[in-house]
Every structure is written in structure tokens, then in C-alpha cells.
């Protein structure tokens, strides 16, 4: 007898495997910019503006604070039943 069970491992695999993929280079830009902008930090030649102007972008890019209900809205929890 065959159990009545749906097997959805292929189809979770290949949205893992997708995610993982665009977080890996999402990651990979982020670190990329830091490693610029520290360069640009270390450098005499580079101006004042440029250097204040690359402080602000990442205070107000990487350095702000999101509330949990703000994530939690935006990835759809509260839009879905929950699934166990």
C-alpha cells in the first residue's frame, strides 16, 4: 500500500539551494563595499567629502536598527498560515 503522503524534498532542495545562492552574493557585495570603503579610509589621496559621504551610506545602510515585526512583514508571516 502506498502511503498518502506528498514528498516535497526536490521542490524544498531547489528553493534552498536558490536562496542560499542569492544570499551567498548578496554577501559577497556587502563584503566587496566594506572592503572599498576601508581602502578608501586608509587612503591620503582620497577627499573629505568622499569619505564622509561613504561613513553616511553605511550608517544609514547597514548600521540602522529594523524592528522584528518589520521582518517578519516583509518575508510574509503574517500573510500565511503557519505550517508545522
Do not use: C, D
Not at 545562492?21 to 572599498?36: G, M, P, Y
Amino acid at each position: 500500500m502506498i502511503p498518502n503522503i506528498r514528498n516535497n524534498q526536490s521542490h524544498v532542495a531547489a528553493a534552498f539551494s536558490k536562496l542560499e545562492n542569492v544570499l551567498h552574493q548578496e554577501s559577497r557585495i556587502a563584503l566587496l563595499k566594506i572592503q572599498s570603503w576601508q581602502f578608501a579610509m586608509k587612503t591620503p589621496e582620497v577627499g573629505l567629502q568622499y569619505q564622509q559621504e561613504a561613513a553616511s551610506m553605511i550608517r544609514q545602510s547597514l548600521l540602522n536598527f529594523v524592528p522584528n515585526s518589520y521582518v517578519l512583514s516583509e518575508e510574509g508571516f503574517y500573510y500565511r498560515p503557519n505550517e508545522n
